[in-house]
């Protein structure tokens, strides 16, 4: 497995912040989103909540979303 498909890989906390203030800005629900990106709600949820079999899907979603990858790395301090 890959360092970035294992959850503790992750600032967990500073991505699910992240994802939920992007998806209010734009009146997007999770289900909307998940359409968008071609995968179920649950497994959005799933991945912001650091389940490891859903941390994939992680660098999807930040890049759907206009994010940098490497600000969700865990070990970055600014983002604590």
Known sequence: MKPEERP???NIRHLRRW???ELAMREMTQEQFSKIIGTHSPKISEAIHGKPYSAKLIPKIVQAL???IKDFVKGRESNE
């Open 8 to 10: 503790e890989y992750w």
């Open 66 to 68: 206009g994010g940098n």
């Open 19 to 21: 994802v939920k203030s």
